[in-house]
Each structure stands twice: as structure tokens, then as C-alpha cells.
Nanobody, 126 residues
Framework: VQLQASGGGLLQAGGSMRLSCAAS????????MGWFRQVPGKEREFVAT????????FYTDSVKGRFTISRDTAKNTAFLQMNSLKPEDTAVYYC????????????????????WGQGTQVTVSS
């Protein structure tokens, strides 16, 4: 499985941005794709994930109501729509995937995801 993330950049607070994560080789009928982020000197942080079938979604509290994760099954791509961006959203964002439907209690753990994409920088200026 290979993950290709794209869509990062620089924008002002209050703006919107969409990240994409294209997966190749991830064609299982069940699975999980998510986004994590990391700033220098801090631990990697869970952001959001989507699990299929069923398309259950999970978010960290700080992005609820602002970020939306979705998946295009035909394109095998996950998206993270980020609205009302804040300076504290600045980070390198990483997409991650598992061939398994990760259980609820483990979706926020990076150890639940076997595959990782390269990071994409998101910078939000105040």
C-alpha cells in the first residue's frame, strides 16, 4: 500500500483547505484511513479517521465542527476538508491507513495504522 498526500500550503486564519490522500493497493472491503498531525517538538496527534464499510468517522475534539473527513471509494482517496482554520492547526499532516476496520477504542492510536504517507505542511497565519 502506498499513500500519496497532497493539498497543504499557507493560508490565513479563517480560511479553508482540503487535503487528499490517494491510496494505491488498498482495495479491501473494509479498512480505515485517517489523518494525524505533528508540530516540531510535540508528539504526533490524531486528527480524524474514516472506517469502511459504513463510513464511520472520528475526530479529535479540537477539530469537531470544522474538519470533515470523507472517502471516495471509486478513487480510493480520503479527503480532509478543513474549514475555519486556526493558527494552532499549523502542522505537518500525515495520512495513514489500515487494511482493517480499526475498532473505536484504537482509532486514535498511530499504532493502529500500518501504512503512512509523506507529510504535507499546513501553515495558518494569524
Amino acid at each position: 500500500v502506498q499513500l500519496q498526500a497532497s493539498g497543504g500550503g499557507l493560508l490565513q486564519a479563517g480560511g479553508s483547505m482540503r487535503l487528499s490522500c490517494a491510496a494505491s493497493g488498498l482495495t479491501s472491503s473494509s479498512g480505515t484511513m485517517g489523518w494525524f498531525r505533528q508540530v516540531p517538538g510535540k508528539e504526533r496527534e490524531f486528527v480524524a479517521t474514516i472506517r469502511w464499510p459504513g463510513l464511520s468517522t472520528f475526530y479529535t475534539d479540537s477539530v469537531k465542527g470544522r474538519f470533515t473527513i470523507s472517502r471516495d471509494t471509486a478513487k480510493n482517496t480520503a479527503f480532509l476538508q478543513m474549514n475555519s482554520l486556526k493558527p494552532e492547526d499549523t502542522a505537518v499532516y500525515y495520512c495513514a491507513a489500515s487494511r482493517l476496520g480499526v475498532i473505536n477504542s484504537q482509532v486514535r492510536s498511530g499504532n493502529s495504522y500500518a501504512y503512512w504517507g509523506q507529510g504535507t505542511q499546513v501553515t495558518v497565519s494569524s
